[in-house]
Structure formats: structure tokens, C-alpha cells
């Protein structure tokens, strides 16, 4: 798949901050879980009991400082006979939708992209595999992508 000539959207760079709430709600249980040592009056771990805590530490870090490069590397691009949909910095993935294939647009919203007047816009086919979700839309770009979508989909609907 060629990216010359293609014209990639990016995502709402509010994006970050509802990647960074989630990586505080998946870190929290491990970095409770870590502290579990200083909990113990009656066992002493001497300096081992911060092992655990630094590694968490460490690694939650190590993720943060990829969120945003993750979230720049989000991006769709509809072209004229499909819609791309391309994400990863490490492990790359680009997934294409010929129109007539799509069967639901669905907008989706959580606490945390409501408060950021974000959405998630889902597109499904009939493969499982092909199914791509673009997270971090306005939510207004989100309505009318999926407006059009729709209705370019209703027009080329593969062998109905």
C-alpha cells in the first residue's frame, strides 16, 4: 500500500490527554500492588522492598514517553474507493475498507472523551480482521465522517 498521493487526517491532539488517563487507570493497580511491601510492618525487605515499586515506575515511564508519538501516529485518509486507516510506531498497521464493504459506522464516547469532545469512530465489514476503530475525532468530525461514509457506502455496496 502506497502512501504517495495519499492525503492523511491526523487525530485531535486532545487525543493525548485521554491516552495519558488511561495509562494512569491501567498503571494504578500494578503501582498499588508494588507498594505492597511498605504495607507489612512485620516484614522487613530492607532495600528489596523498592525493587518492585521502581520497576513499575520505570516501565509506566517508558510507556508515557511513547503516548504522544503513538498518537501522532494516528491517522486515516479516504480515498477514492476506500478508506485508510493507519496506526503503531513500533509495530505498524494499515488497514483499508473498500466502501461497499462497510456494514456499520458507529460513534462511540466515554467519560473522558465527552469532557474532551472527542469520539471513537468504529467501521465494520463482515471480516473481523478488518474491523478499525479511529479514536480521538472531534466529535463533530466524527458525525459527519460517518455521514459520509455512510452515504458513499450506500452507493457501492459490493455485490448486493
Do not use: C, N
Not at 486532545?14 to 516484614?43: M, Q
Amino acid at each position: 500500500m502506497s502512501d504517495a498521493g495519499t492525503d492523511w487526517q491526523a487525530i485531535s491532539p486532545k487525543y493525548v490527554i485521554e491516552a495519558f488517563v488511561e495509562l494512569g487507570l491501567v498503571a494504578a493497580l500494578p503501582l498499588v500492588a508494588s507498594t505492597l511491601p511498605f504495607w507489612l510492618d512485620d516484614v522487613r525487605f530492607g532495600s528489596l522492598a523498592y525493587l518492585p515499586v521502581t520497576v513499575v515506575v520505570l516501565i509506566v515511564a517508558a510507556v508515557a514517553l511513547f503516548v504522544p508519538r503513538r498518537v501522532r501516529a494516528v491517522g486515516y485518509a479516504l480515498r477514492q474507493d476506500d478508506v485508510v486507516f493507519k496506526r503503531g510506531v513500533i509495530f505498524q498497521r494499515q488497514v483499508a475498507i473498500p466502501y461497499g464493504r462497510l456494514q456499520l459506522v458507529d460513534i462511540s464516547r466515554g467519560p473522558v472523551s465527552r469532557s474532551l469532545g472527542l469520539a471513537e469512530l468504529r467501521l465494520v465489514t463482515a471480516a473481523a480482521s478488518t474491523g478499525v476503530s479511529i479514536p480521538g475525532l472531534p466529535f463533530e468530525v466524527a458525525q459527519q465522517l460517518r455521514d459520509q461514509l455512510i452515504a458513499v457506502a450506500e452507493t457501492r455496496r459490493a455485490g448486493l
